[in-house]
């Protein structure tokens, strides 16, 4: 049975003083999807930007799902601009794609990897991108001198 999709507009809002952007779920989660808490989920925004996430209580009255910034980048807009949502649960395993010579590290040294695999799908996926990033400027120099 296909997921249930759900369609709303919400407005992009500010998270107090950062640069960081919310949309309020104006449903409830409880009903919709029978849980109170987080809830995976994946989404289309403006019909051409996908994003997998959650909805969060976050001390507010309702769930929220956050823009990160480059779903704002691709979107070309900010705070205060609209944007409509269309969302489903996501139910499929969340898996971070480790390169070859991290996972030859990671061979090498279980301890590590039992480590990283015993943390949620959101660190994972920032440490793998934080090595990803740290290593970049290095190959490029390797790649511009060959």
């Known amino acids: 049975m296909p997921f249930k999709t759900i369609e709303f507009t ?9 640069n960081a952007a919310f949309v ?5 989660t409880e009903e919709l999807f029978n849980k109170k808490g987080q809830v995976k989920i994946k989404a289309l925004f403006d019909d051409k930007v996908e994003y997998r996430g959650s909805l969060v209580k976050m001390k507010t009255d309702c769930h ?24 489903i649960e996501d139910k499929e395993e969340r ?3 480790i ?5 030859s590290v990671f061979n090498a040294n279980p301890e590590v990897k039992a480590l ?31």
């Open 10 to 18: 919400a407005l992009i809002q500010q998270n107090g003083e950062m």
């Open 24 to 28: 309020e779920f104006p449903f409830s």
């Open 64 to 87: 929220i799902l956050g823009l990160t910034q480059e779903v704002r980048k691709q979107l070309g807009k900010t705070f205060g601009d609209q944007v409509s949502v269309s969302l």
């Open 95 to 97: 898996i971070v794609e």
């Open 99 to 103: 390169a070859d010579d991290i996972a």
């Open 116 to 146: 990283f695999d015993a943390m949620s799908y959101t660190h994972r996926k920032e440490y793998i991108r934080w090595i990803e990033e740290a290593r970049k400027p290095e190959q490029e120099k390797t790649e511009r001198s060959k």
